[in-house]
């Protein structure tokens, strides 16, 4: 089994959703879009899941891949030396994909 790393940026946009949710809808909306991340990052740890490359990153060369949860993207990288897979963004896809690259 793969060990999941969240990265800092990664969890920081994940309360920035739960924050926005907070204040824009409700409490109980905001966690349950946090629950439906979070058990989906945790998808990523059987070795059999593989999700689509993310061709908005290529320039990286890590090959980042992504997995789609609701309206938001979650974009990772699997480090075969490390047996770990490192999640680096969660990512509003209604917004313009070239934000997703910094």
């Known amino acids: ?13 994940i309360k920035s959703i739960y924050d926005y949710y907070c204040i824009y809808a ?7 879009i946090k629950l439906e991340i979070i058990t989906s990052i945790k998808t990523l740890k059987n070795k059999e899941v593989e999700w689509q490359e993310d061709e908005f990153l290529g320039y990286l060369n890590k090959n980042h891949k992504r997995l789609i949860c609701g309206n938001y993207k979650i974009i990772y990288y699997y480090s075969v030396d490390e047996n770990r897979v490192y999640v680096t963004d969660v990512f509003d896809s209604r917004q313009d994909p070239v934000k997703e690259k910094g």
């Open 1 to 13: 089994m793969r060990k999941v790393v969240i990265t800092h940026f990664a969890l920081f946009q």
């Open 26 to 32: 409700s409490v109980k909306i905001a966690k349950k």
